[in-house]
């Protein structure tokens, strides 16, 4: 009875024998890409009679195969019992890798099998099928989101991978729910040369609908281009995401002060909707804030508005004041030498008359800078903060300020006035009855006087001035 190995042959009959059988079961990916790494899965039978034992398999990869780092290529199948084929025959699994810069077709992998301790060796050849790698491929689009009704220059990078150059090169790009369509030229655009391992960029104007809801968009990329090889014409179909929406604007106006409260008028202006939007004055130099500093308005859509409401107070670093003690006896005219040597008098204050007493001096009304955050989560959830600088017209109320600082000025000079008002009001009334009781009895005596003399003598000719008749 034989106990040596041998590979199958056309002998029909194996009874008395070990006939092994080896043969590629599988490869994936299958046609295998040049560059990239293959799974083999090789099938072990033993058609004989005899059972073979102690086999050794050793897959020797050559050009255009290597073996990867750390894999063994040698296997110890141990032994197979006889008539072990199909569904009973050993599986042996292996990885290779195949050159990057091979051309398609077929290539032999080799291996070798024999019996441990036997000088006997079979060697054995399985066909591989490797196509090409693309030669050229869509490697970076420089953009990954888009504003809804806002147009974009969107760049697209086709790079040669390939061992050769790359002629007449046709690039397209399509959304099939056309929400992203090109703007000022088609979708498709023409190459006419690519030396390899260069690359070109291609240009495209796009818009994103207006109306489009926020979400991720598929766009399908398509090249097709003459393979340097065959000369046919090679298609690569590949598809990317664009995202519809994201962050957006606000526009922030002052817009009054009414019963204290200084309101802003606040106003999305981009074209996606904000959601959680809060308005925050934040710690700035020149105002502070009484009472909440931050507005929560809830959602605000685009082109719509509201308004937020704040109790501002200006600061002396926004309005330049700043504060004095008058010492006693200082009087305006010094007040005026003082604004004439460069003091601390600015124009629009009123002075007041020294009393020890602390003022505080304006130096400037008008428009007043501030800066206001506003915090929202955009489409894609994200929580953005910004902050707009927003001019303030503060002229009423430093108005109304300085005219408050005259009153409180001029109120020693109105205290120093009002005993002359009184004794003039109520001693100008006095005398004018004492003049009429003057006039009444000077009347009186001429009346008597001439009565005595014309008994037709009347009150009236007292008053008109004439004379007395004669008797």
Request: aromatic share 8%; charged share 20%.
């Given at each position: 009875?034989?106990?040596s190995?041998?590979?199958?042959s056309?002998?029909?009959?194996?009874?008395?024998?070990?006939?092994?059988?080896?043969?590629?079961?599988?490869?994936?990916?299958?046609p295998?890409v040049?560059?990239n790494?293959?799974?083999?899965r090789?099938?072990?039978e033993n058609i004989?009679?005899?059972p073979?034992?102690d086999?050794i398999?050793?897959?020797?990869?050559?050009?255009?195969?290597?073996a990867?780092?750390?894999d063994?290529m040698?296997?110890n199948?141990?032994?197979?019992?006889?008539y072990q084929?199909?569904?009973?025959?050993?599986i042996?699994?292996?990885?290779v890798?195949t050159?990057?810069?091979?051309t398609?077709?077929t290539?032999?992998l080799?291996?070798?099998y024999?019996?441990n301790?036997?000088?006997?060796?079979?060697?054995?050849?399985?066909?591989?099928e490797?196509?090409?790698?693309?030669?050229?491929e869509?490697?970076?689009?420089?953009?990954f989101e888009?504003?809804p009704?806002?147009?974009?220059?969107m760049k697209?990078?086709?790079n040669?991978v390939?061992?050769?150059?790359?002629?007449e090169?046709?690039?397209?790009?399509?959304?099939?729910?056309?929400?992203?369509?090109p703007?000022g030229?088609?979708n498709?655009?023409?190459?006419?040369y690519?030396?390899?391992?260069?690359s070109?960029?291609?240009?495209?104007?796009?818009?994103?609908?207006?109306?489009?809801?926020?979400?991720l968009?598929?766009?399908?990329l398509?090249l097709t281009?003459?393979?340097?090889?065959?000369?046919?014409?090679?298609e690569?179909?590949?598809?990317?995401g664009?995202y519809?929406?994201?962050?957006?604007?606000f526009?922030?106006?002052?817009?009054?002060?009414?019963?204290g409260?200084?309101?802003?008028?606040?106003?999305n202006i981009?074209?996606?909707?904000?959601?959680?939007v809060?308005?925050?004055?934040?710690?700035?130099?020149?105002?502070s804030?009484?009472?909440s500093?931050?507005v929560?308005?809830?959602n605000?859509n685009e082109?719509?508005?509201?308004?937020?409401s704040?109790?501002?107070?200006q600061?002396?670093?926004?309005?330049?004041?700043?504060?004095?003690?008058?010492?006693?006896?200082?009087?305006?005219?010094?007040a005026?030498a003082?604004k004439?040597r460069?003091?601390?008098?600015?124009?629009?204050a009123a002075?007041?008359?020294?009393?020890g007493?602390?003022?505080?001096l304006?130096?400037?009304t008008?428009?007043?800078p501030?800066?206001?955050?506003?915090?929202?989560?955009?489409?894609?959830?994200?929580?953005?903060?910004?902050q707009?600088?927003?001019?303030?017209?503060?002229?009423?109320?430093?108005?109304?300020?300085t005219a408050?600082l005259?009153?409180m000025?001029?109120?020693?000079?109105?205290?120093?006035q009002?005993l002359l008002q009184?004794i003039?009001?109520?001693?100008?009334?006095?005398?004018?009855?004492v003049?009429?009781i003057?006039?009444l009895?000077?009347?009186?005596r001429?009346y008597?006087?001439?009565?005595?003399?014309?008994?037709d003598?009347?009150?009236w000719k007292?008053?008109t001035?004439?004379?007395?008749?004669?008797?």
């Amino acid at each position: 009875m034989s106990t040596s190995v041998f590979a199958a042959s056309g002998l029909t009959d194996y009874t008395g024998t070990t006939a092994l059988s080896i043969s590629l079961i599988n490869q994936d990916p299958d046609p295998a890409v040049a560059g990239n790494i293959i799974d083999i899965r090789i099938g072990l039978e033993n058609i004989g009679g005899i059972p073979a034992k102690d086999i050794i398999f050793e897959l020797m990869p050559e050009y255009p195969f290597q073996a990867l780092p750390g894999d063994n290529m040698i296997q110890n199948v141990g032994s197979i019992k006889s008539y072990q084929d199909d569904d009973n025959m050993k599986i042996l699994k292996y990885r290779v890798r195949t050159d990057k810069d091979i051309t398609a077709g077929t290539y032999d992998l080799k291996g070798k099998y024999y019996m441990n301790g036997s000088n006997v060796v079979i060697s054995k050849t399985l066909p591989i099928e490797v196509e090409s790698r693309e030669s050229a491929e869509v490697i970076y689009i420089d953009k990954f989101e888009l504003i809804p009704g806002k147009i974009t220059l969107m760049k697209f990078t086709i790079n040669n991978v390939g061992a050769t150059p790359l002629r007449e090169l046709t690039f397209q790009w399509e959304n099939a729910d056309d929400i992203i369509l090109p703007v000022g030229s088609d979708n498709t655009k023409y190459i006419k040369y690519i030396d390899v391992g260069d690359s070109a960029e291609l240009e495209f104007n796009v818009i994103a609908s207006a109306t489009a809801d926020p979400d991720l968009y598929k766009i399908d990329l398509t090249l097709t281009y003459t393979d340097p090889i065959t000369g046919s014409e090679s298609e690569i179909t590949t598809k990317a995401g664009i995202y519809v929406g994201g962050a957006t604007d606000f526009d922030i106006a002052f817009s009054g002060t009414s019963n204290g409260e200084s309101s802003f008028a606040v106003s999305n202006i981009g074209s996606v909707s904000a959601s959680s939007v809060t308005v925050r004055i934040p710690d700035q130099k020149g105002w502070s804030v009484t009472g909440s500093n931050s507005v929560i308005i809830g959602n605000l859509n685009e082109g719509d508005y509201t308004i937020a409401s704040f109790t501002l107070k200006q600061t002396a670093q926004s309005t330049g004041q700043f504060n004095r003690t008058r010492p006693t006896g200082f009087n305006n005219t010094d007040a005026a030498a003082m604004k004439d040597r460069g003091g601390f008098q600015r124009s629009g204050a009123a002075p007041s008359a020294g009393d020890g007493t602390t003022v505080t001096l304006p130096m400037a009304t008008g428009n007043v800078p501030i800066v206001v955050e506003i915090a929202y989560t955009d489409s894609r959830g994200t929580r953005n903060v910004i902050q707009k600088n927003v001019t303030v017209d503060v002229g009423t109320s430093s108005t109304a300020a300085t005219a408050a600082l005259a009153g409180m000025a001029g109120r020693r000079t109105a205290t120093q006035q009002t005993l002359l008002q009184q004794i003039w009001t109520r001693g100008k009334w006095i005398g004018l009855g004492v003049i009429i009781i003057i006039m009444l009895t000077i009347v009186n005596r001429k009346y008597k006087k001439g009565k005595l003399s014309d008994p037709d003598y009347t009150l009236w000719k007292v008053l008109t001035g004439k004379k007395k008749g004669k008797r």
